[in-house]
């Protein structure tokens, strides 16, 4: 059986995210979702007003015998803005925040790593939040594979669209 492992990471809308990694080699099962905040099973209208405390965030499975963890968070923070405070493009507040939840101290230890080696691609700090991962909330399930499901919407063609090609020039992906 195959040894799998579990990240949690977001970066502005969830289907931007999602979208990128889950065309990642090794990457299993991905859920868009909401955690990191004080309310329990939010619902994304409630989300949306940024005052649950949540963010939008995807749960990857991964099988780190293809892809490990630093690959998978470098691609993370590279195709995304970690410099922006509660925003990516034209979502802005809390729930569009850029952060890490760790499910252990390695994972912790390397997104710190990761964090550094990337900083030298920006000219601005990096601004993501590092934090412990204490609870996953599945979205809705119209948010799950987003962008395979609506690639002809609007947003995804000039949202996300965009990033899924930049990481089809850079990498080898499913």
């Known amino acids: 059986m195959e040894n799998l ?14 979208a990128v990694i889950q065309r990642l ?16 099973n939010p619902a994304y209208r409630e989300v949306c007003t940024g005052r649950t405390g949540h963010a939008e965030v995807i749960q990857v499975t991964f099988n780190p015998d293809i892809i490990s963890y630093h690959d998978l968070i470098t691609v993370f923070m590279t195709s995304h803005d970690p410099t922006t405070l509660n925003r990516q493009g034209g979502d802005s507040g809390t729930q569009y925040r ?17 964090f550094q080696e990337v900083q030298s691609v920006y ?40 990033k ?11």
């Open 98 to 114: 850029s952060i890490v939840l760790y499910h252990n101290d390695e994972q912790k230890e390397i997104a710190e790593k990761v």
């Open 25 to 40: 080699k090794g990457v299993e099962t991905i859920k868009s979702g909401y955690s990191d905040g004080f309310i329990k």
């Open 5 to 18: 492992s579990t990240a949690t990471f977001g970066g502005g809308c969830f289907w931007c995210v999602e």
């Open 164 to 174: 899924v090609q930049k990481l089809k020039k850079c990498m080898l992906i499913n």
């Open 123 to 162: 000219a601005d700090p990096i601004v993501t939040q590092l934090k412990p991962f204490e609870v996953f909330y599945e979205a809705e399930d119209y948010h799950q594979n987003y962008y395979n499901n609506n690639q002809e919407a609007g947003y995804c063609q000039f949202v996300i669209d965009p």
